[in-house]
């Protein structure tokens, strides 16, 4: 905010002499000298009086040093001030919510994060389940929506977004509460003979796959499943008027509420985290950055 020569011409002045100042600015006698010199024909003004003792001040350069202080101090306040200032702001990150795409895994992760939370606010913005609608939400991600809670492994998201995985979820079973297996406290993966799982098509998510592949292998076929493009609202409602099952976890306990998600007798865990842009703002990449600093 002002001109660097004038630190040097106050640092000669109160070191005495070029080679003095030399030493505090780590800088050689002669760029010292150099720049008094551009400084004094920029001005117009002597500044100094040179002699084998060291320098002095004409009255000129006094008038100058005294105004280059204060006009330093002044300079030095006004950025403290516009730093406390970029300091106190929050960057305001969207976050896209809804039935299925909650917040609580989000959340519950980031309030570990108390010194990187006062430097962003997390606004809540609902978006649809609509399959359609949800895909061109990701290709689109960034513009009106910055992040996105969800699974990460969905091979959807390849070349779309990048996935940020903040946890490993158990897989749970949403079981329609007029269905017998609504009473259980866990299920046997025995239990499941004979019943009707609806999930996602094959190459949706390697998770499901696997459980896919284990229960038919275990089951002997007993199972039966049915297969949708992917979970959404209307999936729970064709699960619940068919006494179907459906594969879930925590981040999903609430998307319809005539479903009990119950544990079951296995290690199936589906990776979960957030959905932010191929290409993201320094704002989105700090916050994700500050939360892969959680704990």
Known sequence: MYNHHLITFITVVEAGSFIKAAQRLYISPNAVTKQINILEEHLG????????????????????????????????????????LEESKKNIIRVGVSLGHSYEILLK???????????????????????????????????????????????CLKGRVNAFTLTLLPVLLAVPITHPLANTDIIDPRELMHETIIIPKRG???????????????????????????????????????????????AWQHTHPMFRHI??????????????????????????MALGRRG
């Open 45 to 84: 003004i002597k500044l100094l009086n040179r002699s084998h003792r060291g320098v002095t001040l004409t009255d000129e350069g006094r008038v100058i040093y005294n105004g280059a202080k204060h006009i330093i101090e002044e300079s030095n306040q006004i950025v403290d001030e516009a730093k406390r």
């Open 109 to 155: 992760h980031w309030n570990k994060n108390i010194a990187n939370a006062k430097k962003f606010e997390l606004s809540y913005v609902p978006i649809s389940d609509n399959t359609e609608d949800y895909y061109e939400l990701l290709n689109h991600l960034g513009e009106k929506i910055d992040i996105i809670s969800d699974i990460t492994d969905a091979s």
């Open 204 to 250: 949706f998510s390697p998770t499901v796959d696997n459980i896919f592949d284990t229960i038919t292998t275990k089951c002997k076929n007993t199972v039966q499943f049915e297969t949708v493009t992917q979970y959404n609202y209307e999936t729970y409602n064709i699960a619940l008027a068919q006494n179907k099952l459906l594969f879930s976890h925590e």
């Open 263 to 288: 544990p079951v007798k296995w290690d199936f865990k589906q990776p979960y985290g957030i959905l932010y842009p191929l290409h993201p703002n320094k704002e989105v990449l700090s916050f994700v």
